[in-house]
């Protein structure tokens, strides 16, 4: 799926810059693993869907439209991939430890947004953090900070 987008930003844009297709990159494969959590319960919730377009257009100063757009993108990436490790491993390759700790706080988000902590969201928010190499004081901390928030 990201070698799809990748491909289209390069047919129908110039060459001008590597960087956004990269950036977009990233913010997909963010917005997958949020959906990827969001569908973990099997119970997809409103709530958790407008956390989701919230924390992208707060995270990546996204508009309302960007942000929707960038969630029916992750949407179908959630539906064609077949594990997490694409979409982690892009992020390993591009994140510093403080913006994968971002996207794992956006994780539990989603998590805590329908008020019901699930086992199998945690589950794949844990998942995501060992594939990210997030310290587990920094997973706590992001864990702690969502709930505040929310």
């Known amino acids: 799926m990201l070698s799809k987008v990748k491909t289209f930003f390069n047919q129908h844009f110039s060459a001008e810059t ?28 409103a709530e958790e869907a ?24 992750a949407e179908t990436a959630a539906d064609e991939a077949s594990s997490l490790h694409p979409f982690t491993s892009l992020i390993n390759s591009e994140y510093t430890l403080q913006q994968k700790i971002d996207v794992i706080e ?20 844990r998942q995501v953090a060992e594939l990210l190499y997030v310290p587990h004081k920094d997973f706590v901390q992001a ?8």
């Open 18 to 45: 590597e960087l956004k297709d990269n950036q977009h990159e990233l913010r997909l494969a963010a917005a997958t693993l949020c959906v990827e959590v969001m569908r973990a319960d099997y119970e997809v919730d």
């Open 106 to 125: 956006m994780l539990w988000r989603v998590v805590f947004s329908d008020g019901n902590k699930d086992k199998y969201e945690e589950h794949v928010v």
């Open 50 to 73: 407008k956390v989701i377009l919230s924390s992208l257009q707060k995270s990546f100063d996204l508009t309302a439209g960007e942000a929707k757009e960038l969630f029916d993108m």
């Open 143 to 150: 864990r702690h900070r969502a709930e505040a928030e929310l």
